[in-house]
């Protein structure tokens, strides 16, 4: 919801500041002046500031009472997200499936849990997740405190019996009481399975990339090479902003894989939630923020290169065969939207004892 409301008022920003041609300037042109002679200014395009949106960093979900609180539960949860002690056998914390050094994500196609079994999905990235509509492949949990309770408790990820056991691990591991004192203050037994997931959820709300394509869209257009540029131009007019639009070029919508050509997949989809025929094989839209950091692609994690996916993106969502060149331009542009973490926000904090 939050995207659209930002295009829309991106949209009207557009359509009230549009300015008119400007005027041919009576200065004569023989006589330039020498910063203007070295780089010539490059428009950035009003449509493509009206169809993307600014990448920003949230508040909590349960706001503290002061800034001094909000950085309480930020700091717990960056503690909590790499603490293996959430898990049965004491070694799988989330980082183990979404390090922070990998931008957020493990470079496998499936992830194994704490007795190496693996499931059936890619581990999608943790950046910039906070931003999409809902959170999984198919969109179970709808933000990221709700999803930060699953894995804890998921047999074959970190293996937990109940939430109980994990508020009673929490309460032995003396170090975290004042943690928990400090980010959820005046109640009187802190160390809840909930609190847990909002302080987790608070952090993942500040793992948000800008990258130079921001910079871009704010209205320098040299941040982006006339190459990037270019791939761009072809992401727009080949259609793949249909679904890959908004501040996390993706995240705002579900569709299903195979939308013009069919897909071979297994994996039903959002079927699975909603139990519609309709949702068969549908997906939540993946952001594309680092995308070239983030492979292998698609749910189950089976095409490896970029390259492919975009070429098998085009093909099946859309019905077109792009070429070779055409696709490593789109991929060029891909690659402008690797960005960079808040300082700080990798950083393994000294865990509690
Ligand atoms: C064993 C590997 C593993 C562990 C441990 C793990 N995850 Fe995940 N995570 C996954 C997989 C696989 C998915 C996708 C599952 C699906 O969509 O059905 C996922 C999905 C997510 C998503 C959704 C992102 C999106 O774009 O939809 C978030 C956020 C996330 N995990 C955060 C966490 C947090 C927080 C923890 C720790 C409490 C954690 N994960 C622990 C493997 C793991
Ligand atoms: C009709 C909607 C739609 C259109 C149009 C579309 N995509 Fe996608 N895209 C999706 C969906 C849905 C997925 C998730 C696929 C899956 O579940 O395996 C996806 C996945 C991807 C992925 C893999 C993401 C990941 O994390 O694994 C890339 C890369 C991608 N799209 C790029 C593109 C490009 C480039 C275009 C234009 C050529 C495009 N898409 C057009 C809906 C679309």
Not at 94 to 100: D, E, I, K, Q, T
Not at 206 to 217: A, Q
Not at 321 to 335: G, H, Q, R
């Given at each position: 919801m939050r995207l659209f409301s930002l295009l829309l008022v991106l949209s009207a920003c557009q359509s009230s500041t549009e300015t008119p041609a400007p005027a041919p300037s009576p200065t004569p042109a023989a006589e330039p002046t020498p910063a203007a002679a070295a780089e010539p200014v490059v428009e950035v395009d009003p449509v493509h500031q009206a169809m993307f949106g600014t990448l920003a960093p949230a508040a909590p979900k349960v706001a503290g009472v002061s800034p001094a609180v909000n950085d309480a539960q930020i700091a717990l949860g960056q503690t909590l997200y790499h603490d293996g002690r959430l898990s049965i056998n004491g070694e799988i914390s989330?980082?183990?499936?979404?390090?922070?050094d990998k931008f957020g994500q493990d470079s496998e196609?499936?992830?194994?849990?704490?007795?190496?079994?693996?499931?059936?999905r890619n581990s999608p990235t943790v950046l910039n997740a906070s931003t999409h509509v809902a959170q999984f492949w198919d969109g179970r949990a709808e933000d990221v405190e709700a999803q930060a309770k699953g894995p804890i408790l998921n047999p074959i990820e970190m293996g937990m019996p109940d939430e109980a056991t994990v508020v009673a691990a929490l309460g032995a591991i003396d170090g975290y009481a004042p943690l928990f004192a400090a980010a959820f203050p005046d109640t009187e037994a802190p160390i809840t399975y909930d609190n847990l997931a909002n302080a987790i959820g608070a952090f993942e709300?500040?793992?948000?990339?800008?990258?130079?394509?921001?910079?871009?869209?704010?209205?320098?257009?040299s941040a982006l090479t006339a190459e990037e540029r270019a791939g761009l131009d072809l992401f727009v007019s080949t259609g793949c902003t249909a679904c890959h639009s908004g501040a996390g070029l993706g995240g705002s919508l579900y569709m299903k894989l195979g939308l013009v050509t069919p897909y071979e997949t297994e994996d039903i989809g959002r079927m699975e939630v909603t139990g519609l025929e309709s949702d068969r094989h549908v997906f939540k839209v993946p952001g594309l923020r680092n995308i070239a950091e983030t492979g292998p692609y698609f749910h189950d994690g089976s095409i490896a290169t970029l390259e492919e996916a975009v070429i098998l993106m085009a093909?099946?969502?859309?019905?077109?065969?792009?070429?070779?060149?055409?696709?490593?331009?789109?991929?060029?542009?891909?690659?402008a939207l690797t960005g960079e973490l808040p300082e700080g926000a990798a950083t393994v904090p000294e865990m509690p004892s």
């Open positions: 989330c980082n183990s499936c979404h390090r922070l196609p499936t992830s194994p849990g704490h007795d190496g079994t693996r499931g059936g709300r500040t793992l948000i990339t800008p990258s130079r394509f921001d910079t871009y869209l704010a209205g320098d257009g093909n099946h969502q859309l019905g077109k065969n792009l070429s070779v060149e055409e696709a490593d331009s789109i991929v060029t542009f891909l690659k």
